[in-house]
């Protein structure tokens, strides 16, 4: 489909004039991440581990929270963390399990089944710590909505601590701790962290603690070693890297280039990761989801098992599974993508809703599906299962439509729902609602879409000249690094460059390497992967407009810069 170019809108000359040192190119990207005062810019830049952290003892409920961990631990008295099927959950598990396990505690861990158990805690799987003799619940990445489950802990003489980054109704569960950024009045200053953050903050304050402790002793760094966890959950849950967690991505993956864990070690190797060093596309594209596959497609304690595996031999063993689970995760992905897109059928402009039910479609992948649509047709887009007479559903969504208040128009239909404004999730009260529930649902996007004329966009961060580009540039924006929400890796902009020469690439001629070449006879190498069509369209000494990121190119030594071309079209 074709892109809309939208291009950010030009840094002020006041904050030029304020700031003449620094490269305007540069300049205009701190401005639209909305980063400019002298402060921000230094900590953005350059990030310290010491200096832009906050205390952990901000939030509320954070010294309850320890002492009653402490009590358990010096009693012994068994601990649960309970934490979620995903990477976010198992990552939190991790930290936690290696921080209360470090200090001595009597500590398991319960991730539920998505299916059979899924998200959250449920009464069943309490009254199972209760029946199992535990005397104290930890929740990580969930917890925040569970009421019931809470009291049922309570009345048994079981102790809660919820640490959860999920949005925080007004009435909360009435635990003995609770460690959540969004909870109304809640004096933590930063909102944006995964579950893992929360977790690694308890973490931190307990460490904190054991120094004052003689009778514990952690090994040296031990609080930094917990970082590959949370930068790994960070970057997989889309949480912005911005603040806290651009610390926390930035020295995990520090941490990840030197693992001690033999499981993640081992999954490095079944990876085969090729690229020059660990970053945020390594967590997004190879790590985050073969660890997210465990729970899409068997349970995710097969990923827990891996990360806290201590032995080379079990960690291959495992790492082996979940690639395995990763490969039939994308094959059935792809397959049932298909059939979706069958009983879709075509998609015009007057089709505002994309909407597809199978039969045991897997729960796990729904999700998957609905993202591959809304990507390729850019369209609100859900995607339901039926499965054991049970309907669950997974939308998600565009720029242009807010799908979880859409689901909050329609919740009369649900038993649960969940989200935000991109992806939301829900099981529907009953079979016999489908029909309804998607009249009702596309009457809402309908309302909200009319007179719309929808196609994807790319932001462009600054339109540019050829000449901008060099090695003290490319430094600079190295500097912005790691990318990711909230801080992506830039989209820039040239108008007008002549086609100095072209030619495909590769065993099928898919991909185009394309020389341009601007007014001051200044040429650069392009390279469109997929854009190998483009080679009959265009011709030499034709000028073209073309939106790219700039990377670098690494060979038999040699080093140069590459611009990725990401859309391409010919010039007015």
């Not at 969930?142 to 999920?166: F, P, Q, S």
């Not at 580009?469 to 902009?493: A, V």
Request: glycine fraction near 8%; aromatic fraction near 8%; hydrophobic fraction near 40%.
């Amino acid at each position: 489909m074709n892109k809309k170019w939208v291009v950010s809108k030009k840094v002020p000359e006041a904050l030029v004039s304020k700031f003449p040192e620094i490269n305007p190119v540069i300049l205009q990207l701190l401005y639209n991440r909305d980063i400019v005062e002298q402060n921000d810019i230094d900590e953005f830049l350059n990030p310290e581990y010491k200096h832009n952290l906050h205390d952990p003892y901000l939030f509320r409920d954070m010294k309850k929270a320890t002492r009653r961990i402490w009590q358990a631990i010096e009693k012994k008295e068994k601990i649960v963390v309970h934490g979620d099927y995903d990477a976010d959950g198992v990552c939190s598990s991790v930290v936690l399990y290696d921080t209360l396990k470090n200090l001595g505690a009597d500590v398991s861990v319960f991730l539920p089944h998505r299916e059979r158990e899924g998200y959250g805690m449920n009464v069943i799987t309490v009254q199972n710590f209760i029946d199992q003799g535990n005397n104290l619940i930890i929740t990580t990445d969930c917890g925040i909505t569970n009421h019931a489950e809470v009291e049922l802990a309570r009345k048994n003489g079981v102790d809660v601590i919820i640490t959860d980054h999920h949005e925080a109704p007004i009435d909360l569960p009435r635990a003995n701790a609770i460690i959540n950024p969004h909870v109304k009045g809640e004096t933590y200053p930063f909102k944006h962290l995964a579950g893992s953050g929360v977790a690694f903050k308890l973490a931190s304050a307990l460490i904190t603690e054991s120094l004052a402790k003689p009778e514990y002793s952690l090994p040296e760094g031990f609080e930094k070693w917990l970082l590959d966890m949370v930068a790994i959950s960070t970057v997989t849950d889309i949480m912005p890297l911005l603040g806290e967690n651009r610390v926390f991505v930035k020295y995990g993956l520090i941490v990840l280039e030197k693992t001690r864990r033999p499981g993640l070690k081992a999954l490095m190797e079944t990876i085969g990761n090729r690229r020059s060093r660990v970053d945020t596309f390594t967590i997004g594209f190879q790590i985050g989801p073969r660890i997210n596959a465990a729970g899409r497609m068997d349970h995710a304690k097969l990923a827990f098992q891996l990360l806290t595996a201590e032995t080379a031999e079990e960690s291959a063993h495992l790492a082996e599974k979940l690639q395995l689970n990763n490969i039939e995760r994308q094959k059935i992905t792809v397959d049932y993508v298909q059939e979706a897109k069958i009983q879709i059928g075509e998609v015009g402009d007057e089709k505002k809703l994309l909407f597809a039910i199978g039969k045991d479609w897997p729960a796990g992948i729904i999700g998957l599906i609905a993202g591959k649509i809304a990507d390729e047709f850019y369209r609100p887009t859900l995607i339901l299962t039926e499965q054991d007479g049970k309907i669950t559903g997974s939308g998600r969504s565009i720029r242009e439509f807010n799908i979880v208040e859409a689901l909050e128009k329609t919740q009369i239909h649900f038993e649960r729902w969940g989200g935000h404004s991109q992806a939301g999730g829900f099981t529907l009260k009953s079979v016999a609602s489908v029909e309804q529930f998607q009249v009702d649902f596309e009457k809402v996007v309908n309302e909200e879409l009319q007179g719309k004329k929808l196609s994807p966009y790319l932001e462009v961060e600054a339109e540019i000249e050829l000449s901008d580009i060099d090695w003290k540039f490319y430094g600079q924006l190295d500097s912005f690094q790691p990318f990711g929400e909230g801080n992506r890796n830039p989209y820039f902009l040239v108008r007008s460059a002549v086609v100095a020469g072209m030619q495909k690439v590769g065993s099928t001629g898919k991909h185009l390497k394309l020389m341009i070449k601007d007014s001051s006879g200044l040429v650069r190498k392009t390279i469109g992967f997929g854009f190998g069509d483009f080679f009959d369209t265009i011709e030499i000494g034709e000028k073209v407009d073309l939106v790219f990121e700039v990377g670098i190119n690494e060979w038999n030594g040699n080093r140069e810069l590459e611009l990725k071309i990401i859309d391409l079209k010919k010039s007015d």
